[in-house]
């Protein structure tokens, strides 16, 4: 397995695929999906492109080897080629690899460690308050974020990743519920919920970034 993630992505064939070939406009997921399952190759770059930062800085948030992260991220864009013709259908490509990614990564993690249980590789998943959020709200200072970011910390994982797919990602809740394996929407709203009241009565009371976004 490939250790770095290059500006290419090569299969076994020979097939390559260059980050700086000239990509057409696409107006919607819908339409790069379409292109990219009729064997469009500059669809595929296009989602390369568009969705390797924001894997790669998820993957991390789901665990912090940035290698093993490196090499799924990979993974899913190898396979991703390889399966393009009988792929579904999707109209969000930031959820769709989401789900690849994170499935990848447990893989990866069971293989390594020998754990049995996604239970047990998800103990951890880290989120920030930045200085991005808190411009939202001006009366927020660089102490009282701090204290934000300790009130988030003080969640479980898994309140913290409902968080994270809805306030930093803008998913919804359908979405939410099926990344974490939840029953069904409601499910994820309320364990969404649940997170902001733990951080209202951490804090006294619930930064505007999690009230203007509320879902």
């Not at 260059?18 to 819908?30: A, C, V, Y």
């Not at 894997?55 to 991220?73: C, H, M, T």
């Not at 970011?149 to 809805?166: F, G, M, V, W």
Request: net charge negative; hydrophobic share 35%.
């Amino acid at each position: 397995m490939n250790s770095n993630l290059p500006n290419s992505i090569s299969d076994n064939s020979g097939m390559s695929t260059s980050r700086n070939e000239e990509n057409p406009p696409f107006s919607s997921d819908i339409e790069i999906w379409k292109a990219f399952k009729s064997g469009n190759n500059s669809a595929f770059i296009t989602i390369y492109e568009r969705f390797f930062d924001s894997l790669f800085s998820y993957g991390l948030r789901i665990n912090s080897d940035q290698e093993l992260v490196k090499d799924a991220i990979h993974d899913v864009f190898l396979d991703l080629k390889k399966n393009s013709t009988s792929l579904g259908e999707t109209d969000s490509i930031k959820f769709y690899m989401f789900k690849c990614l994170k499935r990848r990564i447990y893989k990866e993690l069971i293989n390594w460690t020998n754990l049995k249980e996604e239970q047990e590789i998800s103990n951890s998943f880290e989120i920030t308050f930045s200085h991005e959020q808190t411009l939202i709200d001006k009366q927020i200072d660089f102490e009282m974020t701090q204290k934000i970011n300790l009130a988030i910390q003080n969640l479980s994982p898994r309140k913290r990743e409902a968080i994270y797919y809805i306030y930093y990602e803008g998913m919804s809740y359908e979405q939410v519920s099926e990344l974490m394996g939840l029953c069904d929407a409601k499910s994820a709203r309320d364990l969404t919920y649940k997170a902001l009241k733990c951080l209202r009565e951490s804090l006294g009371f619930l930064p505007l970034f999690f009230t203007a976004f509320l879902p």
